[in-house]
């Protein structure tokens, strides 16, 4: 079992930068931690993901250049860096972790909503 909570969202002007935060607690080796984000009428989509010791990292085209994921496992928290917000990242960032055998997302944080005006 791993939990999972976010913070670290909130508004920002167009061009603004925010950093989220996700702290994670229980099983937490041989995992990977992923960002997602849903906007509203629209289905949840894949931002960033790493791998727990931070070997790999991957990101959607629509974030790459611009989001930074990281983590600090003496912390036991993962953070996505948002540079360059635009407002179509607007949107509920939500926490997420699987195991690194698997391809489903097994367990979620609660989400933290970034809102960024134009």
């Known amino acids: 079992q791993v939990q999972l909570v976010e913070s670290g969202g909130g508004l920002v002007q167009a061009g603004g930068s925010l950093r989220l935060s996700c702290a994670a607690s229980?099983?937490?080796?041989?995992?990977?931690m992923g960002w997602f984000r849903q906007a509203p009428g629209k289905e949840r989509e894949f931002v960033s993901s790493?791998?727990?010791?931070?070997?790999?990292?991957y990101y959607a085209d629509s974030v790459k250049g611009r989001f930074t994921i990281s983590g600090d496992y003496a912390k036991n928290t993962v953070y996505l860096q948002m540079n360059s917000l635009k407002p179509e990242d607007t949107a509920v960032y939500y926490c997420a972790a699987r195991p690194e055998v698997s391809t489903q997302y097994n367990y979620w944080g609660q989400g933290t909503q970034v809102t960024v005006s134009s």
């Open positions: 229980g099983r937490t080796f041989s995992i990977y």
């Open positions: 790493i791998r727990w010791n931070g070997d790999i990292t």
